[in-house]
């Protein structure tokens, strides 16, 4: 990028312009030619000037008065950097190597706005289909959009049928119904996870069992799982279901997981609200149980703002949840009721964002993994762990998550306090279920006391992962966490 910042003494005002106008940085960087040395940062109001004097377009560079530029040296602090642009009153810094060639640029905008953990992101389609929506009057919770959305929804993760929902939370709800789920029952859910796996367990009246995570992947132990199905079946209530976790854009290793429940006749829904895009031995994560069920929620890789999506290749088990998410409305010639029902269908509207979003998810994974990319080499020495990908699978990297070693002198509270006082947003992990005061009374499964899940809840965080970050922001979250950790 600063490659195309570059301009020459004898360039001609136009180009000048040009290269200010088509650089998104705003400004150009005048370097000597031979030696690639920084002269001077030149702004349009520099050249402004030169036309006010009876200057023109075919005007030299060399005609803009020298003036010593702002500069600041690789590596030096974000702290200092804002500083001298507010007290030069100055919107970039360029930053320089040793001999004084440019090899970076700070932009006030950029280094003041904050960093945001994973905004929404939105592609050039989604207007075109909420448009449509709009102008033909298809604003119901009914339309082309919908019916389109699920289709290539099916088609981008190779399911055979889907209902799209108002709410990921409201596809697990309707899961556990069709699973027969009710009351006093038990169900086998991820302990590390957000709190909308298990919710619409309490819904039914079901019983959470809480199943630890194993050291590959983080996601759910198949060891663990086995226990708790053993001690179910022994105490009287077998578990009916299993709630596995996919979680922050990776897949779990499913293999054991399904053998387990065909063997305990339990039915497998994926929580893969957060692995939209990831696969594991080639399958799209959440097409793996009898149901899957994905989010498009403001912080989820792709989004409708609000929205959820459940998947099976039972296409009859779908029909019924659609009839359930419009209130269980009976085919009669008026309003008959015979089960209880739900409104929990996603409008025309949000589905034409869906549609828009679907297009750019590989995009998005891209970008997602790119970033985790530059965090693991920009943050190598601090012996940081990050969230293993798996043997087979392929994460999406939602979020770039890690922690710090077990003897790390950060307490990882005033880590986090401090990122969020220079403007960077960055979370702890999720906190297990099975140490929520919610819980308190459920069981929970672990193998060999090993508690991983409120280990990485002690020391893990999860670092700015949205598509939209640029490298600039990227960079000032590296250099915040160097100047941070490597201070304690
Ligand atoms: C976001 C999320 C959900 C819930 O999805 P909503 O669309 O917000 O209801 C469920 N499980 C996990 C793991 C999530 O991250």
């Not at 060639?101 to 905008?109: H, S």
């Not at 077998?238 to 054991?256: D, F, T």
């Not at 692995?275 to 799209?284: H, I, M, V």
């Amino acid at each position: 990028m600063i490659d195309n910042l570059r301009v020459f003494d004898k360039d001609p005002l136009h180009h000048v312009l040009k290269v200010i106008d088509d650089s998104a940085g705003g400004v150009a960087l005048l370097v000597d030619r031979s030696t690639g040395v920084l002269n001077r940062v030149i702004t349009d109001g520099d050249i402004r000037r030169v036309f006010l004097k009876g200057g023109n377009a075919d005007s030299l560079l060399e005609s803009v008065p020298y003036l010593k530029p702002v500069i600041v040296q690789e590596g030096e602090s974000m702290d200092r950097v804002r500083q001298l642009m507010q007290n030069h009153s100055i919107q970039h810094i360029p930053v320089v190597d040793k001999e004084g060639v440019p090899v970076g640029l700070y932009r006030r905008d950029e280094l003041e706005e904050n960093v945001l953990l994973s905004p929404p992101h939105l592609g050039k389609d989604e207007m075109t289909y909420v448009s449509e929506a709009i102008e033909t009057n298809w604003i119901a919770p009914v339309g082309p959009n919908l019916d389109t959305f699920e289709k290539e929804f099916c088609e981008r993760v190779g399911s055979n049928a889907a209902a799209a929902l108002t709410s990921g939370t409201a596809a697990l709800h309707l899961s556990l119904i069709l699973a027969g789920i009710e009351q006093g029952d038990r169900v086998a859910c991820s302990t590390f996870t957000f709190v909308a796996s298990v919710n619409p367990v309490l819904y039914q009246g079901g019983e959470p069992v809480f199943i630890e995570s194993e050291d590959a992947g983080w996601n759910m132990c198949p060891r663990a799982l086995e226990k708790a199905f053993v001690w179910a079946k022994k105490d009287g209530s077998p578990i009916k279901a299993v709630i596995v976790v996919n979680l922050y854009g990776q897949s779990a290793r499913i293999e054991k997981i399904i053998e387990l429940c065909v063997e305990h006749g339990a039915v497998l829904i994926e929580d893969s609200a957060e692995s939209l895009g990831a696969t594991y031995q080639g399958r799209s994560s959440g097409t793996f149980g009898k149901f899957g069920i994905f989010s498009f929620n403001g912080n989820k890789i792709i989004t409708t703002s609000g929205g959820g999506m459940l998947v099976s290749d039972d296409v009859d088990a779908i029909a019924r949840a659609k009839f359930l998410a419009t209130q269980a409305r009976e085919s009669a010639a008026y309003y008959h009721h015979e089960v209880v029902g739900y409104n929990y269908r996603l409008s025309n509207i949000l589905a034409g964002m869906g549609r828009g979003q679907l297009k750019v998810l590989s995009d998005r994974v891209e970008s997602r993994r790119r970033i985790f990319s530059r965090y693991l080499s920009g943050l190598k020495e601090l012996e940081f762990e990050w969230m293993p990908e798996i043997e087979g699978g392929y994460s999406t990297r939602w979020l770039s998550v890690g922690c710090l070693s077990r003897d790390s002198n950060v307490d990882i509270s005033e880590f986090l306090n401090h990122l969020s006082k220079k403007g960077i947003e960055a979370r702890r992990v999720w906190k297990p279920m099975h140490l929520q005061p919610l819980f308190e009374n459920s069981q929970y499964f672990c193998i060999d006391g090993n508690e991983l899940s409120a280990s990485l809840f002690d020391r893990g965080f999860c670092l700015p992962s949205g598509s939209s970050l640029t490298e600039s922001q990227q960079d000032r979250v590296i250099s915040e966490i160097w100047e941070y950790v490597s201070s304690v």
